[in-house]
């Protein structure tokens, strides 16, 4: 049986405008300040996406070992963002507080990367040092097709290092780990699981 995961993406390239860097000119040439403008399709998101995860699959060893090679290059993505954000949301003022990078990361950084703020942040009841950011339809893994042998497997452990990087780069290290958590409609829900290190929670303390 074929264990490899496939791209399932209906999406059509003319649902979007065809928006073309004219010839002569490289992407280095843009100015970085400009937020609108052409926007990557889901269309291509999802096939880039998918060929991620083909070329990492055949180099690992197992879920676990896979997700974290995913993981890892969501993180090497999120620092770049992060820089770009940065650039861009000069007039915004640094984040020193937990609750303000959390919801920097639940509006701005899902805004930037999916066109919309995440769909619910959660402090854990039972664990003072865990944060949860859910995502009812995780868009890169909406063309996702996994076979069953890896039904445990959540594609989104990409977006945890994308969320892991944009909490060190705030000086809030932490564990970000993806996971299934389905509910009533939205079988493919996933949680974004941050536990935060024991010398933010000191240095949160400081602050009462």
């Known amino acids: 049986m074929d264990s490899s995961l496939r791209s399932t993406n209906t999406t059509t390239s003319s649902s979007y405008s065809d928006q073309r860097i004219p010839r002569g000119k490289s992407i280095l040439d843009r100015n970085l300040n400009k937020t609108r403008g052409a926007e990557v399709s889901l269309g291509a998101q999802a096939f880039l996406f998918s060929e991620i995860l083909q070329y990492t699959q055949k180099r690992v060893n197992g ?3 896979l997700e974290q090679k995913l993981n890892e290059l969501g993180y090497r993505a999120g620092i770049r963002m ?8 000069k007039a915004s003022k640094r984040e020193t507080r937990v609750l303000g990078v959390l919801y920097f990361i639940h ?6 990367l999916f066109g919309k703020q995440a769909d619910s942040l ?17 868009i890169l893994s909406r063309y996702i097709s996994v076979p069953k ?17 944009c909490l060190d780069g705030y000086q809030f290290p932490a564990r970000v780990t993806a996971h299934t958590v389905p509910i009533d409609g939205f079988p493919q829900r996933t949680t974004i699981l941050i536990k935060l290190d024991k010398d933010v929670l000191q240095r949160e303390e400081q602050w009462k």
Request: aromatic share 10%; charged share 30%.
């Open 122 to 138: 959660e402090k854990s009841t039972e664990n003072e040092d865990e944060y949860m950011i859910s995502d009812n339809e995780p």
């Open 149 to 165: 042998e890896l039904s445990q497997l959540n594609c989104n452990a990409y977006i945890a290092g994308i969320v892991e990087a």
């Open 63 to 65: 879920i676990q070992d």
């Open 107 to 112: 509006n701005v950084v899902w805004k930037y």
């Open 82 to 89: 992060l820089e770009l954000l940065s650039w861009r949301e």
